[in-house]
């Protein structure tokens, strides 16, 4: 008898911790998010005025900060059109400050390639400096934006 209680309550709680899998965080609430898929990652990016938010939705196996974040990088500059040159989080949830020149501008819709190294930090989360490299890129970028109306 007190099994079936104990896991009536859990029910809930696991419910609600699945659904908040990709929700934003509170400065990107209600935020529609475009959804990207980089060199097989998929993301929800949100941007609001000169800051970004990447939500990796798709699972991956033991994906680390380093070999995560050059693709974040990339999609978060191929849908503000601005360089992501540093970004803080963790591999599922990343955020940047968006810096937006003329030649940034001009790649917006391209996944370019990103090189990313950690830095050190007090902070608890991984902070990651990210700059796009010049060549061909070996992503595979497909974005789908969500229903309007």
Known sequence: MRFSRDMRRCVPLVLLVAVACNAPSPAFRGVSPVRVSVGGSVFDIRIKGRHAQAIRVNR???????????????????????????????QAMIEAVLICTAKARAAKGVARPHVCRAVPTQRRLTEMACQPVAGESGFSMKIELGASG
């Open 60 to 90: 991956e196996w033991a994906p680390r900060m380093a070999s995560v974040a050059p693709r974040a990088a990339a999609a978060i500059a191929a849908v503000s059109g601005c360089d992501a040159p540093r970004l803080w989080g963790d």
